[in-house]
T-cell receptor, first 111, second 111 residues
Framework: QKEVEQNSGPLSVPEGAIASLNCTYS??????FFWYRQYSGKSPELIMS????GDKEDGRFTAQLNKASQYVSLLIRDSQPSDSATYLCAVNPSGTYKYIFGTGTRLKVLA | DTAVSQTPKYLVTQMGNDKSIKCEQN?????MYWYKQDSKKFLKIMFS???????INETVPNRFSPKSPDKAHLNLHINSLELGDSAVYFCASSRTEETQYFGPGTRLLVL
């Protein structure tokens, strides 16, 4: 079983719609969770970090964490073509510096 | 002001050669990392240094040798390059176990 799993996509959504990206992880003691966006040929850039169960909102982005079910999700409201990228979920098990990345979900927002 | 910088951006070399990649961060972070991203876009940690001390050394061939002369620099030396070493290598830094900031990447092609 992979440590961090994401659907590779592509996930296609029309402009203005909500894009929902999901990630599951296997290590129950994980405490820190991150969503990164990576445009083709560029480096990953942080969108959101979340540490507690529940929702965390930042502009058009909402991260949701459910530690009991071991999943973290990212919602993108009012999706724009500029949101088209690969979204990487990362998990940091407690007490380590060993960030574990998922393989990423490729999002396509259709104009 | 570039937060995390890497040189060179592109590296094309022959099998069997030795090459180095340099990384510098001006964020005042304590921890630096090397990641390898393969052709399938999977981002995998290779090494991590905290205050110049090696804290993570994943199952990487010993042809790869990191070196941290100070907290702001982390270099990666690769001996006897092989075709399978072709990838994008990202340097990153973080303050303790918080959010990581990535450099622009070094695209290595071994012929």
């Amino acid at each position: 079983q992979k440590e961090v799993e994401q659907n590779s996509g592509p996930l296609s959504v029309p402009e203005g719609a909500i894009a929902s990206l999901n990630c599951t992880y296997s290590d129950r003691v994980s405490q820190s969770f991150f969503w990164y966006r990576q445009y083709s040929g560029k480096s990953p850039e942080l969108i959101m970090s979340i540490y507690s169960n529940g929702d965390k909102e930042d502009g058009r982005f909402t991260a949701q964490l459910n530690k009991a079910s071991q999943y973290v999700s990212l919602l993108i409201r009012d999706s724009q073509p500029s949101d088209s990228a690969t979204y990487l979920c990362a998990v940091n098990p407690s007490g380590t510096y060993k960030y574990i990345f998922g393989t990423g979900t490729r999002l396509k927002v259709l104009a | 002001d570039t937060a995390v910088s890497q040189t060179p951006k592109y590296l094309v070399t022959q099998m069997g050669n030795d090459k180095s990649i340099k990384c510098e961060q001006n964020l005042g972070h304590d921890t630096m990392y090397w990641y390898k991203q393969d052709s399938k876009k999977f981002l995998k940690i290779m090494f991590s240094y905290n205050n110049k001390e090696l804290i993570i050394n994943e199952t990487v061939p010993n042809r790869f040798s990191p070196k941290s002369p100070d907290k702001a620099h982390l270099n990666l030396h690769i001996n006897s390059l092989e075709l399978g070493d072709s990838a994008v290598y990202f340097c990153a830094s973080s303050r303790t176990e918080e959010t990581q900031y990535f450099g622009p990447g070094t695209r290595l092609l071994v012929l």
